[in-house]
């Protein structure tokens, strides 16, 4: 079975541009969420998404922006970006959105990197 | 606010060495906790999941256990192998906030 796959695995942008990155869900999975995490640091929570409706957001400026389609993968949008948005992103999926007995399953990430 | 802490930062250790990881939250009423293990620009990979009814939960050489009262949990890991080298993060989840991570144990496992 397939796992959380992320698009693109490596990213290089410029302060100021824009970036969209992908997440595709384990099959049967309705909730999918991202996380920032930044070298050194465990990750932090950007978004929640279940059933296509956006069920929490995390401490993150309105640059920010996430959405998920009917098929459930999802895309995180980030605006504006500055240096300190260099980190990896990681999209993780779930069948209920991790409460009870619902691990999370993660996907190896996006590697943005902002000059 | 929850916030989760794991002690060591970095732990090296000789091959075939029991080891104990150790994490602390500060707000008791979660509902699970999760031991991840991740290798160097990847993701995480899911090790162990402990309910909050639970005490503790097995997977081949892994034991994890939880405290919930003292908002503590550890990871053991019996006979260490240079295979295990990687960081090991602990998370919680309570009312409905998502995942909580500490920032992780760096463990080196020499041969």
């Known amino acids: 079975d397939a796992g959380v796959t992320q698009s693109p695995t490596h990213l290089i942008k410029t302060r100021g541009q824009q970036v969209t990155l992908r997440c595709s869900p384990i099959s049967g999975h309705k909730s999918v969420s991202w996380y920032q995490q930044v070298l050194g640091q465990g990750p932090q929570f950007i978004f929640q998404?279940?059933?296509?409706?956006?069920?929490g957001r995390g401490n993150f400026p309105d640059r920010f922006s996430a959405r998920q389609f009917p098929n459930y993968s999802s895309e995180l949008n980030v605006n504006a970006l500055l240096l300190g948005d260099s980190a990896l992103y990681l999209c993780a999926s779930s069948v209920l959105g991790g409460q009870g007995n619902s691990p999370l399953h993660f996907g190896n990430g996006t590697r943005l990197t902002v000059t | 606010k929850q916030e989760v802490t794991q002690i060591p930062a970095a732990l090296s250790v000789p091959e075939g060495e029991n080891l104990v990881l150790n994490c602390s939250f500060t707000d008791s009423a979660i509902y699970n906790l999760q031991w991840f293990r991740q290798d160097p620009g990847k993701g995480l990979t899911s090790l162990l999941l402990?309910?909050?009814?639970?005490r503790e939960q097995t997977s081949g050489r892994l034991n994890a256990s939880l405290d919930k009262s003292s908002g503590r949990s550890t990871l053991y890991i019996a006979a260490s192998q240079p295979g295990d080298s990687a960081t090991y993060l602990c998370a919680v989840i309570s009312g409905n906030t998502p995942l909580v991570f500490g920032k992780g144990t760096r463990l080196s496992v020499i041969a």
């Open positions: 402990i309910q909050s009814s639970q």
């Open positions: 998404y279940y059933e296509k409706e956006e069920r």
